[in-house]
């Protein structure tokens, strides 16, 4: 064997490349690589890139990169730190570091991901944890100025550099003296920094280190753009999948906003990439109730004073859902949530609803502002850490509520795309909203609504026809049209043909519509009118007085209980309250005009199912009104027959008058919804109290009349009366409105069990029909007793009233109790049979029946009306 010479060598290697390759591999891999760059350590080629290197050299370090970019794929840490490793070798830096960029909240910020990274030094060591990290804004330190300004730095000493900071120095203990540092941008985004710090063997980073710095940093720049491209493509997949899904829900007719919210979340939860979500649902209400208006009047209640959504409404989270993802997966959802529960009193979620702003915290239990619950949550261990919250805000532009997003996965904080994703979540969640009980769906349903009553309206308006079977002017005066009749002619010809007040006991609290045809309780219905005085002083035409009432009888349907005669009987007992009880004494002839027709319409359109059965069986009305739902609808009704000129009877008022009708409308008909009883029933005692202690009568007029609030409570407890009223009629009449009632109920019931195929309670259950009495006796002890006792105290002209109720009570009780014996005698006859009866067991037993009587009468409460 000769010399060989380098060519000989080098076409050996082209021939046989895996022997150059495993050759290369074994020599140049690793610590040899290192070896090799120490000065002296191997000839310095013309044409070297890397100091110290050959190009053979350098290939086998792109060679050894390659591979470790293709093994680490899953780790951009990892990757980049045996990167690091190399760069500190080869230029000689007595380390290096990476910083991640990020923006969150809208800001761009900076923080340490790989640190202190020698040659030699472990991958755990240098990472930073994400609960670890150093956050800098870009204004501040050097890297901050890199990533801002896009551009590489060689700064040969640091303390002459105004953008340094020595607030990691002074952290560490470390002293800077120079460094090179240059960003990673991928477009026109900056996805990181990368710093080599204090050259070892000179007292700066040459011109040819930058050169080496920036040539190796393609490797770097290559793994993280590539992990940045996995990761926005994946946002966008992500993203991609919530919208996919939103737009097929907008074709979907949706009836319940809530469980439509909690079907969305629940759909999208394997996409939002944190461990846990809360979503608080805030009360939509603007204005209160009046009902809740009123404690405040009286001066019971404080005004609110806490905080409010940027459109008024006082923050008040009515539930909240929470989502768990850790673990085992679950979802809790909290009904009126406490103030100090989890999710609520960090403030954060408040905050968000007031103010509108998305926050982004990382590391939130050591956030001073808000007190973030530092240990953990709940029995499952878990802690908070970071905290991403937006608000839910509908089209209008109102805030609907606040999600709240818990620690992300990676147990990274959450970033930019993190607030794009949720934010498009909570903007097609506030969208989806709109679908039920926002503007364009509302309308939409309005106008579906409108369209319907119009033609309700064309059926149920009164005819010619009809109003000349009541308004006889053809008979009477001989006159072919009835706008050629006066005014005047009308009204007599009217009164000559409306019952006489007296022969039908008008003026009676026993009054009784039994007696009395259905055409007939019409005109009784205009002589109330009549005698209350207000036809002439408002200027009410007869003609239009005619229709609205006979339009208003037809309005009422057909039902068991609640039809025509049960409107016309409120009206006929709130005329009989006003004149014979005298509580019209408190009130204004307009007043009195406005009361006694919102009660004749109060019940207008009832459909003989309670609201119970709106909601259950989800019927428009239920999607029209979030509560007290056929209350709603009868005041809608009643105030569409007076958008109509020709039923209008308040045509003749002034603006201002009209709406004083309006609102008492409003008050006394929603008023009859016996769910907001208990609201008014204290406020009401207090009243009748007041006025007890009085004097004179006037003085307990002016204490009345002085104050609208009084005057409304008393007028809303008067409707209660009034709709309550068959329970205080002579006997032979209650025990068969009772039968109605009864009859209507047992409907319904027989409705919930094959339509909606559910067990109906007891009250609808036409099998335990024996048990009425025994729910009669609750009714009157638990809901009755008290409206009419207090009247009777109020008003001793209304205690004729509470004789009635009194004198049911010992009806119905007797016939429970006869009802009991009989039970009895066969529970004895079974206990006998079956042997050994205790005592203990006697009383359990009359316990358990106590307790179920009690529950009733509740649920009667709560479902009749
Ligand atoms: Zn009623």
Redesign the pocket.
């Known amino acids: 064997m000769g010399e060989i010479s380098q060519e000989t060598v080098e076409k050996y290697l082209e021939d046989h490349p895996q022997f150059a390759k495993a050759y290369f591999d074994r020599k140049l891999r690793g610590e040899a690589a290192g070896e090799i760059s120490e000065p002296g350590g191997a000839q310095a080629p013309a044409r070297a890139s890397f100091p110290g290197l050959t190009l053979m050299e350098e290939a086998a370090l792109c060679l050894e990169l390659l591979e470790a970019l293709r093994e680490e794929a899953g780790s951009v840490e990892l990757a980049a730190h045996k990167a690091l490793q190399r760069l500190a070798q080869l230029l000689r830096a007595d380390r290096c570091s990476m910083f991640l960029c990020r923006a969150r909240n809208g800001s761009p910020e900076v923080a340490s991901k790989l640190l202190d990274v020698t040659s030699t030094s472990k991958f755990e060591d240098n990472l930073v944890v994400p609960d670890r990290e150093v956050v800098f804004p870009l204004d501040v330190g050097i890297v901050g100025w890199v990533a801002h300004t896009k551009k590489t730095f060689n700064v040969p000493d640091v303390k002459k550099n105004s953008h340094f900071s020595d607030f990691m120095d002074r952290q560490t203990g470390y002293v800077t003296r120079n460094l090179l540092a240059t960003p990673i941008v991928t477009g026109k985004e900056v996805l990181a920094v990368v710093m080599a710090v204090n050259k070892v063997d000179a007292s700066e980073f040459s011109k040819r280190d930058e050169e080496v710095f920036s040539k190796y940093l393609s490797f770097v720049s290559v793994i993280l753009k590539l992990h940045h491209t996995n990761y926005l493509y994946s946002i966008e997949s992500r993203r991609s999948q919530i919208l996919m899904w939103s737009a097929n829900k907008v074709f979907e007719e949706l009836t319940d906003v809530e469980r439509q919210f909690h079907k969305a979340l629940y759909t999208v939860r394997t996409y939002l990439n944190c461990e846990r979500y809360s979503i608080g649902l805030l009360d939509m209400t603007k204005e209160k109730e009046f009902y809740d208006e009123w404690p405040v009047k009286l001066g019971e209640v404080e005004p609110y004073k806490g905080p409010k959504t940027p459109d008024g409404r006082e923050v008040m989270f009515y539930k909240i859902i929470d989502y768990i993802l850790h673990g085992k997966e679950e979802i809790r959802v909290i009904p009126t949530p406490p103030a100090d529960h989890w999710t609520l009193i960090s403030g954060l979620p408040t905050y968000v609803a007031e103010n509108g702003f998305i926050c982004n915290m990382l590391n939130a239990p050591a956030d001073e502002y808000f007190t973030f619950q530092k240990g953990p949550v709940d029995e499952t261990g878990w802690v908070i850490k970071n905290v991403l919250s937006l608000p839910i805000v509908n089209k209008k532009e109102d805030i609907v509520g606040v999600a709240t997003f818990y620690n992300r996965k990676d147990g990274k904080p959450f970033d930019e795309y993190d607030e794009h994703i949720t934010e498009t979540l909570t903007q097609f969640l506030g969208w989806s909203l709109l679908n039920t009980d926002t503007y364009e769906k509302m309308n939409k349903l309005v106008n579906r609504k409108d369209i319907a009553q119009e033609m309700l309206m064309n059926h149920t308006k009164a005819t010619p026809d009809e109003i000349k079977s009541i308004l006889k002017f053809k008979e009477k005066l001989n006159i072919d049209v009835i706008e050629d009749c006066e005014e005047n002619q009308l009204v007599t010809i009217l009164k000559e043909d409306l019952p006489d007040p007296q022969a039908v006991d008008l003026y009676e609290f026993r009054f009784s519509d039994f007696p009395i045809t259905e055409h007939e309780l019409i005109k009784c219905g205009l002589r109330l009118f009549l005698e209350i005085n207000v036809v002439e002083k408002f200027k009410v035409p007869v003609e239009v007085l005619t229709r609205w009432m006979y339009t208003v009888r037809k309005g009422y349907r057909a039902v068991t209980y609640?039809n025509w005669r049960?409107g016309f009987n409120?009206g006929q007992t709130m005329f009989t309250l006003l004149m014979t009880g005298r509580l019209k004494k408190y009130y204004t002839d307009l007043e009195a005009f406005a009361m006694l027709a919102a009660a004749f319409c109060?019940?207008i359109d009832h459909r003989g199912t309670n609201n119970l059965y709106q909601m259950k069986s989800t019927s428009p009305l239920a999607r029209l009104h979030g509560s007290s739902i056929l209350e709603r609808h009868h005041l809608e009704y009643s105030k569409t027959l007076l958008q109509d000129e020709s039923l209008n009877i308040f045509q003749n008022l002034n603006k201002r008058q009209f709406e004083t009708v309006i609102h008492l409308f409003e008050v006394a008909i929603i008023a009859?919804d016996l769910a907001l009883y208990f609201k008014k029933r204290t406020m009401f005692q207090k009243i009748v109290d007041a006025c007890e202690k009085m004097e004179t009568e006037e003085e307990a007029i002016k204490y009345v009349t002085i104050d609208p609030t009084k005057k409304e409570i008393i007028m809303a407890m008067m409707m209660t009366a009034c709709?309550l009223s068959a329970i205080t009629k002579p006997w032979e009449v209650q025990s068969q409105v009772a039968l109605l009632v009864a009859n209507e109920f047992w409907e319904q019931g027989d409705l919930e069990r094959t339509v909606l195929q559910q067990q109906p309670i007891p009250m609808m259950d036409r099998n335990k029909k024996d048990e009425l009495p025994k729910l009669q006796v609750g009714f009157i002890d638990f809901v009755c007793t008290f409206v009419y006792k207090e009247f009777s105290r109020f008003h001793k002209e209304i205690i004729p009233m509470l004789n009635g109720l009194q004198n049911n009570r010992v009806e119905w009780k007797s016939l429970a109790d006869e009802y009991d014996a009989k039970m009895k005698v066969n529970e004895e006859k079974k206990k006998q049979e079956e042997g050994n009866t205790t005592e203990k067991g006697k009383m359990e037993s009359v316990l358990t029946s106590c307790k179920v009587a009690e529950s009733q009468a509740e649920l009667n409460l709560t479902t009749r009306a």
């Open positions: 609640h049960h409120v109060h019940d009859t709709d």
